[in-house]
């Protein structure tokens, strides 16, 4: 099986820009999360999704919002783009109830300048 | 309020010594714990869990996790430590009440040949 994939990889964007993360699960996954990882902070949950509707979200502000497709894939944006954005943005998807652990992909390293 | 803790930063221990990655949380009622290990440019990988049953659970690569109720408290343990073990591990929590899961800061494990 295939495993999380996200795209891009890398991503260099400047100041009051948006970007557009996306994030495809393993096959048969419903539920994908997403979170910033940054050497401060550590790993910080975003939202989750589950079956295409938010089913849990963390405390950050609108600017970051995220939605799923009917095939599961996922996207994530942030509009209005700060420096204190720039970090490594992971993708992890699982089966689908709580109990389910995640499967973490490799992530999208995004850099703001 | 929920919250998962790894009291060590850094851990350093010889090779084929037992290694101990502390992590306490703090959270009302059963919840769901999950250690996970990400390798230097690797993605996080999940390394066991516990939901219910046995308080001694094993997982990938060796390791296992002891749930002690009265202590919140979830330290992973190796009984003889490889070099190739050096990585970050995180400890994670998720209360089923509301689906929110928090990862701990991490700690670093370095084996020392």
């Known amino acids: 099986k295939a495993g999380v994939t996200q795209t891009p990889r890398y991503l260099i964007k400047t100041r009051g820009q948006q970007v557009t993360l996306s994030c495809s699960p393993i096959s048969g996954h419903r539920s994908v999360s997403w979170y910033q990882q940054t050497p401060g902070q550590g790993l910080q949950f975003l939202f989750e999704y589950f079956s295409e509707t938010q089913r849990n979200k963390g405390n950050f502000p609108g600017r970051f919002s995220g939605r799923q497709f009917s095939n599961s894939r996922s996207e994530m944006n942030v509009s209005t783009l700060e420096l204190g954005d720039s970090a490594l943005y992971l993708c992890?998807?699982?089966?689908?109830?709580?109990?389910?652990?995640?499967?973490f992909g490799p992530g999208t390293r995004l850099t703001v300048t | 309020a929920q919250s998962v803790a790894q009291p060590e930063d850094q851990v350093n221990v010889a090779e084929g010594n037992p290694l101990t990655v502390k992590c306490t949380y703090s959270v009302s009622g059963n919840p769901y714990l999950f250690w996970y290990v990400q390798y230097p440019n690797r993605g996080l990988q999940f390394l066991l869990k516990y939901i219910t049953g046995d308080n001694l659970v094993k997982g990938s690569y060796g390791f296992e996790a002891e749930f002690n109720k009265s202590q919140t408290s979830f330290h992973l343990k190796k009984p003889s430590a490889l070099v190739s073990d050096s990585a970050l591990y995180f400890c994670?929590?998720?209360?089923?009440?509301?689906?929110?899961?928090?990862f701990g800061k991490g700690t670093r494990l370095h084996i020392l040949p």
């Open positions: 994670a929590v998720r209360d089923p009440r509301d689906d929110k899961i928090i």
């Open positions: 992890a998807s699982s089966l689908a109830g709580v109990s389910y652990e995640q499967y």
